[in-house]
């Protein structure tokens, strides 16, 4: 069967660093990727709290170590390296990561093996998969945006030490979006998190662009968090993917996509 994405245009909006991927599958199924930033992932304003918390972790004095995403993977790797410090070959803590993307990310930047992962993309579904007891640490590296619920549901049941390991801030670059909309040179929008969207609406508005260009165009959000975003933002037509995998994004666009027997768009 051909892919519904031959030939479509699909906005990327991921950060540059991590918008490799998605590209190449995207070019796979015979879709030109279409690169627009929406955010940027940068170091804290103060990162003591974060060196702190490491070299309590390298030292033995938490008992787990709960990954929320590849942008905290690849910032507690940052740090460990800048403050010349070394995960333990035999780490006295477990790791319970969202997602295989972030899963996958441990192991190859940190080493870090036997990691407990949670199929939803959601801080909370998280939280509730890490088995930690009462008296027990967890160190919880988030996002400068993080919303506090997800941590406040292990709290109840363990020491959670929330630390700021990177911040979110609109991204740059790219192609002129808001003049591809206007002339209807873009068939649909891929959203990889909720923070994603915000920069979005924020950036296209910055650029001089229009929402209202944007009801005619798929959109597509890797897990439900993301599509509430979208939801909230006006994107009444996204699709949400059934796991939280750029794969698993790319079927959601597929499906958004596929024109049905009518032959109309399925958005």
Known sequence: ???????????????????????????????TPVSYPCLAIVPPLDPAPLDEALCELVSGRFDWLALTS??????????????HLRLPAETGFATAAIGRTTARAAESALGLRQIVVSPEGRGEALA???????????????????????????RRRAAVT?????????????????????????????????SAVDGFVARLDTDGGDLADVECVAVACLGPSTQEA???????????????????????????????????PSW
Do not use: C
Request: charged share 20%; aromatic share 2%.
């Open 162 to 194: 929330i630390v700021t390991a990177y911040r979110t801030v609109i991204g740059t670059g790219g192609v002129d979006l808001p003049h591809l909309l206007r002339s209807r040179r873009v068939d649909a929008v891929a959203f990889a998190s909720p």
């Open 128 to 154: 509730r998969a890490i088995p930690a007891s009462s008296g027990s640490r967890v160190l919880w590296p988030v996002s400068d945006l993080a919303k506090p619920e997800a941590a406040d549901l292990i």
């Open 230 to 264: 979208a939801l909230s933002r006006g994107f009444a037509q996204s699709r949400t993917s059934l796991s939280p995998t750029l794969p698993a994004l790319i079927e959601t666009l597929e499906v958004a996509l596929r024109p049905p027997a009518g032959g109309a």
């Open 1 to 31: 069967m051909t892919s519904a994405l031959l030939g479509k245009r699909v906005v990327n909006t991921r950060a540059l660093h991590q918008a490799g991927e998605l590209d190449r599958l995207l070019r796979e199924r015979g879709a």
């Open 70 to 83: 590849a942008n905290a993977v690849r910032a507690i790797a940052e740090r460990l390296e800048a403050r």
